[in-house]
C-alpha cells in the first residue's frame, strides 16, 4: 500500500517501536504527523487502548485515503482514526494542551524543531514525543563546498533541543531510519 501512495512505510522494527511505546504507556490519545499510507497509523493502533483514537495529520488528502482503507482493511473501527487534512503547523496549535500521550512525527524533517515545540505542548506528563528517521538525515552530495541539507540541519537541532531540555528523557534507537523518542516530565 506504501509504494503505491508514493510513500515510504515505516520499517517493521520502526513500527514494533511505536506499538511498544503506546502499549508501554496505556495510550488513548495519539497525534501522528504524516499520515502517509497508515503504516504507522496500524503500529500506532495495535499498541493503543481499545478505546483509543489516533488523530493523523497530513497535506495529501490521498495520503488519508489510502490510511483510511488501509485502518479499514486491518480491522480497525472508523471512529479509532481522526483523519485531519492540513498542514500541521496550522493544525496542532488548534489541538488542546496536554491532552494526548503521544505525539509521532514522520514528515517533513525541516520542521522537526517546530514540531518539537507543539509536541510538548500537546503532551501530558509523562506522554512521549517520537521522531522518525533520526539517523536517515544525510548530508547533501553537491560538492566539496556544500554543506548538510536543511533536513539534516533540523534533525540535529531537534537532537540537541531534546538533549538540552532537562524536563525530557531522550533515547535514540538505531531501528530502521533511526528513532529518537523523549518521555516528558516523567
Known amino acids: 500500500m506504501g509504494r503505491q501512495a508514493d510513500t515510504r512505510p515505516i520499517s517493521p522494527s520502526g513500527g514494533a517501536v511505536l506499538r511498544f511505546l503506546t502499549a508501554a504507556i496505556g495510550a488513548r490519545a495519539v497525534v ?16 493503543m487502548r481499545p478505546d483509543g483514537i489516533l488523530t493523523s495529520v497530513d ?3 490521498e495520503y488519508q485515503q489510502s490510511a483510511r482503507e ?7 473501527a472508523a471512529n479509532r482514526a481522526r483523519l485531519i487534512h492540513g498542514r500541521a503547523m496550522d493544525v496542532l ?9 503521544m505525539v509521532f512525527v514522520d514528515a517533513a524533517l525541516p520542521e522537526y524543531p517546530e514540531y518539537l515545540k507543539e ?9 512521549i514525543v517520537a521522531f522518525n528517521n533520526a539517523l536517515d538525515a544525510t548530508p547533501a552530495d553537491d560538492g566539496p563546498l ?22 525530557l528523557i531522550p533515547l535514540l534507537l538505531p531501528i530502521g531510519e533511526g528513532m529518537l523518542a523523549a518521555i516528558r516530565g516523567a
Open 93 to 101: 496549535p488548534r489541538l488542546n494542551d496536554a491532552a494526548y500521550d
Open 59 to 61: 497535506v495529501v488528502p
Open 119 to 127: 509536541s510538548l505542548r500537546l503532551l501530558r506528563d509523562g506522554g
Open 70 to 76: 488501509s485502518f479499514q482493511a486491518a480491522g480497525f
Open 32 to 47: 501522528e504527523i504524516g499520515t502517509g499510507c497508515g503504516s504507522s497509523g496500524i503500529w500506532l493502533l495495535r499498541g
Open 146 to 167: 556544500s554543506g548538510p541539507d536543511p533536513g539534516t540541519e533540523a534533525m540535529r537541532e531537534t537532537g540537541r533541543l531534546v538533549r538540552e531540555d532537562d524536563g
